[in-house]
């Protein structure tokens, strides 16, 4: 994988490399869920580094599902080791995973913006088909604006369904700098956002986030 992976992405390595990491983890081979986790051809989702992840290797995660206690897995990989790299699932394509009471909420997100893609509970519950989902959830989104008219109009159109949803909505708003949660967009133009990227978090004005401009 020569391009650089995206924060969220959806990853899969190969077996071989995942019998390395286990070897490397005694304490994460002796749960049987994570040990056969790429066996069972489920994915990782790429992170942000942290202080103890060895340079120039991918930061990855594993979120297991509150039957198994919500545990966060974190292990890094070469870029070698990873054979399919994948955008985190649509929405409307997880949405049948849903409970029922989500619906029309999802529908109403879809009509917003067709690209919306999930990256938390839901999405895992629809890639594994292990129950993360819980009365207390929320529904964790990627919203992709990539012109900057959408982008200045699409944190108040959030809003508006959000006031309604039967679920918190939480996530991004992607630009061109990276991804600010979509809460902090809707305040005056002077303020200062921060962007999540892939190497760590910046701030800069609301309006140039929205602009399309750049750290």
């Given at each position: 994988m020569?391009?650089p992976?995206?924060r969220?992405a959806m ?25 056969g ?10 992170r942000?580094?942290?202080c103890?992840?060895?340079a ?22 070469d870029?070698g080791e ?19 009471a ?5 529908d ?29 959830s929320?529904?964790?989104l ?18 508006g ?9 939480d ?22 956002v ?5 190497s ?9 986030f929205?602009?399309g401009?750049?750290p």
């Open positions: 020569a391009d992976l995206e969220h990853v899969k390595p190969s077996a071989g490399a995942w019998t390395a990491v286990m070897a490397r983890h005694p304490e994460f081979a002796e749960n049987a869920i994570v040990e986790w790429v066996r069972a051809g489920r994915p990782l989702i790429v942000r580094p942290g103890s992840d060895p120039g290797k991918i930061p990855l995660g594993l979120p297991l599902p509150p039957s198994h206690g919500k545990r966060r897995i974190a292990v890094a990989l870029a990873i054979i399919e790299c994948k955008p985190p699932p649509l929405l409307a394509d997880a949405a049948a995973a849903a409970p029922s989500w619906q029309d909420t999802i109403r997100l879809i009509r917003l913006c067709p690209e919306t893609r999930t990256f938390g509970s839901l999405a895992w519950q629809h890639l594994t088909g292990l129950p993360y989902l819980t009365d207390h929320d529904l964790d990627l919203w992709p604006a990539r012109a900057t008219a959408q982008a200045s109009t699409l944190p108040l159109e959030i809003a369904i959000a006031h309604l949803a039967p679920m918190r909505l996530g991004e708003i992607i630009c061109t700098a990276g991804g600010v949660q979509w809460r902090e967009l809707t305040g005056a133009d002077a303020e200062e921060l962007v999540k990227g892939l760590g978090v910046h701030s800069m004005t609301r309006a140039a929205l602009a401009g750049t």
